[in-house]
C-alpha cells in the first residue's frame, strides 16, 4: 500500500490530535504507521478511513478500547446503526388530537389531488398554516403526503400525472415558505441540491426551508445537477455547508456514489457535506469515506445544522 500521509495531515484530515494518535497507537494499536529512519511515521488512506470512523464511534459514546479490534465494514455497521438510532432520540411527537386533525386533512388533500383541484389544496395547506408552525406543517403534514406518495407509487395506486401534480403544488407551497422567511449576511450559508438522477427538486427545497428555519442563508440549485457543477458554484459562493438530498432511489446507484467522491476530492476540506433523505442510506459505505454526516430525516437534518453552526 502506498503510505504517503504523513502524522501532521493525518490529524488534518481525521481531526485527532497528534497526541491522541501515537496514544492509540501505543496503547490500542489500531494502526501500525510505517517509520522511516528518523522515526517519521506514514499512513495509508486506508489507516486514514479507519481512524476516522473510530472517532466518530468515540464520539457517539463508544470506548477505544472496545471498538480497536474492529474492521472498517464493522465499524461502517456500527456508526451507521448510531446513526439510524439518533434520528428518533427526544424527538417530539404531536398531541394526538392535533396528529388526528392532520391526518383529517391529508385524507382531504389526496381527495382533492386526485381532482386535480389546485384550489382546493392551497386551502387546505393555508387552513393548517392557522393552527401550526411552519417546522409542523413541513415535518407533519408535506412529509407525511410524500411517504404515502411514495408507498402509493411503488403498489402503483397513482397515476403518473397525479403524483407529479401533488409535488408540483407541495413545491409551490415550500417556495412561497422559503421567500417568507428573512435572511441575513452574519448567517453561514449552505448550498442545497438533488444529484444527478435526481429529478425532483422538492427534496431540496425541504432542506432549503428547514435550514432558513435554523437561520441560515441558503443557495438552492435545484435538481439533477453532477459533481462538477456544484464545484464551480462552490468556487463562487464558499458555503459552508453542501446538503445533498436523497429522496427517491436512483436507477444507477454508481453514478452516485462516484459523484460523491467526485464532489469531496474538489472541495475545500473545510465544508461539511450532509446528506438526507430515505434513500440516503443505501450510499453509507460512500458517505462514510467521504466524511459526510447522516441526515436521514429533517429531525436529524435540523439537530446537525445546529451543531455545525455552533462550531463555526
Keep these: 500500500m502506498d503510505r504517503k500521509n504523513t502524522l501532521k495531515s493525518v490529524s488534518q484530515k481525521t481531526g485527532l490530535s497528534a497526541h491522541v494518535l501515537r496514544a492509540w497507537e501505543k496503547r490500542y494499536g489500531v494502526v501500525v504507521p510505517e517509520r522511516t529512519e528518523t522515526n517519521r511515521r506514514f499512513y495509508t488512506d486506508n489507516e486514514i478511513e479507519k481512524l476516522i470512523l473510530l472517532k466518530k464511534a468515540v464520539n457517539a459514546g463508544f470506548s477505544i478500547g472496545s471498538i480497536k479490534d474492529l474492521s472498517v465494514e464493522k ?9 439510524k438510532k439518533s434520528i428518533f432520540l427526544n424527538k417530539t411527537l404531536l398531541p394526538e388530537k392535533f396528529q388526528i386533525k392532520i ?28 393552527e401550526f408552525s411552519q417546522s409542523v406543517i413541513i415535518e407533519e403534514f408535506i412529509l407525511q403526503i410524500l411517504n404515502i406518495l411514495d408507498n402509493k407509487r411503488k403498489s402503483v395506486q397513482i397515476e403518473k400525472i397525479t403524483e407529479q401534480f401533488i409535488i408540483n403544488e407541495l413545491s409551490f407551497y415550500i417556495g412561497q415558505i422559503i421567500n417568507k422567511i428573512p435572511e441575513f449576511d452574519d448567517f453561514p450559508l449552505i448550498l442545497t441540491y438533488s444529484p444527478v438522477g435526481g429529478f425532483f427538486q422538492i427534496g431540496s427545497l425541504i432542506s432549503s426551508a428547514i435550514a432558513k428555519l435554523e437561520k441560515w442563508r441558503v443557495c438552492n440549485l435545484g435538481e439533477n445537477l453532477n459533481s462538477s457543477e456544484i464545484v ?12 445533498i438530498n436523497m429522496i427517491y432511489p436512483y436507477n444507477n446507484p454508481e453514478i452516485i456514489k462516484n459523484e460523491l467522491i467526485a464532489l469531496k476530492s474538489s472541495i475545500p476540506e473545510n465544508i461539511k457535506i450532509l446528506l438526507s433523505g430515505r434513500t440516503v442510506w443505501n450510499y453509507r459505505e460512500e458517505v462514510i469515506k467521504i466524511g459526510g454526516i447522516f441526515a436521514g430525516d429533517t429531525f436529524a437534518f435540523r439537530k446537525e445544522l445546529q451543531k455545525i453552526k455552533n462550531s463555526l
Design 103 to 130: 391526518n383529517n386533512r391529508i385524507e382531504e388533500f389526496f381527495t382533492s389531488a386526485e381532482k386535480f383541484n389546485s384550489k382546493k389544496l392551497q386551502f387546505l395547506i393555508y387552513e393548517i398554516e392557522d
Design 75 to 83: 465499524l461502517q455497521e456500527l456508526i451507521l446503526s448510531e446513526e
Design 232 to 243: 464551480s458554484a462552490v468556487k463562487i459562493i464558499n458555503p459552508d455547508v453542501i446538503s
